[in-house]
């Protein structure tokens, strides 16, 4: 076994996680929808923006934290909505939920989660929140959303990207489906089965999305609780309007990592269009691509409130279980606090746009 602290930086954790997991697993885990364009992008999008850092500003104090929806966090990181942990390791979203406490990080808990959100509530210390998915039967959704915050969790995202499932030919390939002896622990109804198969997450799933939403059914989630709601798996401007026109009380800039429409914009470049947009009526977070500190400073630059980070958690969580994942977000917390000094930044509000060159 690797001593995790010999392991330098998030990226070395993929390699790691990819020889303790088997193909299936990995592929499931790693891919994007088609060619795969906007899984490369994601990444390649942040490196282009190359910073303009201050000299001889003090930055020998740094406060690196931030505040969402009352509850003040470490750093501006969350952990992103990931299906199926237990087939990463087996205590699955608890040992993650562990993790996230342990380092003070809120954690978003996926509606296709391997454990319930009551198991993962009983462990959490960190803020916890829930992804949904807005399902064929509202009634069913509705409910889940009354149960999550019966549960504890303190914000509701609700994933909008996901009108059919992206094509993961990777899946598709490999016959993918959900273990033998795993649930999708949130979605068991009496009668339904609760595998899946086909196109990663294929028939059997298919009831929990519509490809018939439209925005008053996601006023519809915000109506039935008294969470703050956020809206996950936005590209443009003009719908980061529309989604707080309809009650929506955060952004997360999101393609779900490539794994629905290839060819999307990559988050970094669709970042600065939404956050102009919503001018500071709600927060703006953004996911996809996210590996280094220097990658957080980026995106506070260009307005982000915070970021989430989805497989480099997973592969924390395949390497070794919960100190795999602290390990990884640790790796992060420190490179952003260090990104902050190198670019003369004391804290989140120093750092502003001018630290990325233009192009
Ligand atoms: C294996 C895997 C499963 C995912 N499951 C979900 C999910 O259940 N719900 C959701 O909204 N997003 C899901 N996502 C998307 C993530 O929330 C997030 O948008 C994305 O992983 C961020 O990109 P990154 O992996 O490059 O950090 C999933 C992503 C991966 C890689």
Known sequence: MTNLSDILNVEAFEGLAQSRLDRVAVDYFRSGSWGEHTVAENLAAWQRLWLRPRCLVNVSQRDPSVS??????????????????????????VATAKAAGACGVPMVLSSLSTCTVEEVAKVATSPLWMQLYISQDRGFTRSLAQRVEAAGCKAIMVTVDAPVWGVRERDIHNGFRVPDGLHIANLERPGLPTGHSGSGIGATLGWTIDASLTWKDFEMVCSAVKLPVLVKGILRGDDAIKAMDHGAQGVVVSNHGGRQLDGSIATASALPDVVQSVSG???????????????????????????????????????????????????????????????????????????????
């Open 68 to 93: 969402l929806f009352g509850d003040r966090m470490p750093s501006p990181l969350l952990i992103a909505p990931t299906a199926l942990h237990k087939m990463a390791h087996p205590e699955g979203e």
């Open 281 to 359: 009526r709600v927060p703006v977070l953004v996911d996809g691509g996210i590996r280094r500190g220097a990658d957080m400073l980026r995106a506070v630059a260009l307005g982000a409130r915070a970021v989430l980070v989805g497989r480099p958690v997973l592969w924390g969580l395949a390497t070794a279980g919960q100190p795999g994942v602290e390990r990884v977000l640790q790796l992060l917390l420190e490179e952003f606090s260090l990104s902050m000094a190198l670019a003369g930044c004391p804290d989140i509000r120093s750092i502003t746009s001018d630290l990325i060159a233009r192009a």
